[in-house]
Every structure is written in structure tokens, then in C-alpha cells.
């Protein structure tokens, strides 16, 4: 099977701006997770999604959203970026929503300037 | 709160000498510990998980309840060990994971 992947891998944008990002899961999964990966505060959890429905947020301002599909794919949005939003965003998809292994992509590496 | 502490950002060691990366969490919960792991230029992979009580690559990794530990250990280290791990806590009832800060384990010929 594919992995999840992760789309685009790498984006620069500027301040103000907002971006959308793209997480295909693995085949038959439907639960997506999003995290950011900072060099200050590591691996933080943004949301969650099964079944097109957000199932927990973690603690990141309303700038960030998300959305799933019916197909499972999952988008992130940010909008108004802003520098400290410059990290890697992750994306892990699982089987289903509790007690099995998530997978993770490889990130997309976003750049504020 | 849920919080995971990785008290060492860096840890090297030599090949063949054991290994212990140390991991504590805080949940007041029932807690579900994984390690995952970074190879170089490879993506996060789970390593291994308190629940199947599996040793993966020589590593294994007890649970310890009065002291909210999850130490990963091996007793040989070998040079493809190198690399940057994560431990991590799922929240109950949901995909959650609260990761700690991670420590870069070097293994030196």
C-alpha cells in the first residue's frame, strides 16, 4: 500500500497570507491527525478527523482549520500566517479513530517571510 | 494535563554499550506510551507500544505506573540505532498523541 503523503512537500509564503495543505491517507484509513513540528516546541497536536468530523482540536488559535473529505483525504488551512507559523506540519492517518497505529507522512515544510 | 518530559535532548553512546532513553508522563487518565522514531531523511515511525509488550530491534520498553516512567532501552547498541526518538502518550478515547521533546541518540563506532 502507499504511504500517506503530504502535499505540497515544501511552500513559501509571506506574512498575511494564508495556505492549505494537503494529507492523502493510506488507503481505507479514515482517521487523519495534523501536528506541527517546531524546533521550540516540538511535535504539537492541531486536530483530528473521522468520518468528515473534527474529533478533538488541540490548542492552536482559530487561524488554523481543517476539513476531511468523504474520500478520507484531509486539508489544513491557515490563514493570516504569521512567522511563528513557519514548521513542518504532519499529517498521520489510522485505520480507525481509537487504538490503532498511526502513520505519519512526510510533512510539508511551510516558510513565513 | 497530559505532558510527556524526555529529560535528555542528546545522548551518545558507544557501539555495543547499553542504552536508556528516559521518558515520564504526566496523564491522569489510563496511560497508552509508544516511542516512535526518526531515521535520518525517513519519516516518523512508530517503534514500538506498552500495549503489545514487544521488543522491536533489540528495544523494549516498560511501563512503570508508580513512577510514570517509559524508559526505552537496549542492551547493545548498534550504529543504525542512531537516530532522533520521540515517546509519546494517546489520549484516552481519541488519535491524540502528546509527544515529548524528542532525544538525538548517537551511536559512535
Known amino acids: 500500500k502507499a504511504g500517506v503523503t503530504q502535499t505540497p512537500r515544501y511552500l513559501i509564503k509571506t506574512r498575511g497570507q494564508q495556505v492549505t495543505l494537503s494529507c492523502s491517507p493510506i488507503?481505507?484509513?479514515?482517521?487523519v491527525s495534523w501536528y506541527q513540528q517546531t524546533p521550540g516546541q516540538g511535535l504539537q497536536f492541531l486536530f483530528e478527523y473521522f468520518s468528515e468530523t473534527q474529533r478533538n482540536k488541540g490548542n492552536f488559535p482559530g487561524r488554523f482549520s481543517g476539513r476531511q473529505f468523504s474520500n478520507s483525504r484531509s486539508e489544513m488551512n491557515v490563514s493570516t500566517l504569521e512567522l511563528g507559523d513557519s514548521a513542518l506540519y504532519l499529517c498521520?492517518?489510522?485505520?480507525?479513530?481509537?487504538?490503532?497505529?498511526?502513520?505519519f507522512g512526510p510533512g510539508t515544510r511551510l516558510t513565513v517571510t | 494535563a497530559q505532558r510527556v518530559t524526555q529529560p535528555e535532548k542528546l545522548l551518545s553512546v558507544f557501539k555495543g554499550a547499553p542504552v536508556e532513553l528516559k521518558c515520564n508522563y504526566s496523564y491522569s487518565g489510563s496511560p497508552e506510551l509508544f516511542w516512535y522514531v526518526q531515521y535520518s531523511r525517513q519519516r516518523l515511525q512508530l517503534l514500538l507500544r506498552?500495549?503489545s509488550r514487544e521488543s522491536i530491534k533489540g528495544f523494549t520498553a516498560d511501563l512503570n505506573k508508580g513512577e510514570t516512567s517509559f524508559h526505552l532501552k537496549k542492551p547493545f547498541a548498534q550504529e543504525e540505532d542512531s537516530a532522533m526518538y520521540y515517546c509519546a502518550l494517546r489520549v484516552q478515547g481519541a488519535q491524540k498523541l502528546v509527544f515529548g521533546q524528542g532525544t538525538r541518540l548517537t551511536i559512535n563506532p
Open positions: 488507503s481505507g484509513h479514515r482517521s
Open positions: 506498552h500495549i
Open positions: 498521520a492517518s489510522s485505520l480507525l479513530q481509537q487504538g490503532y497505529e498511526q502513520y
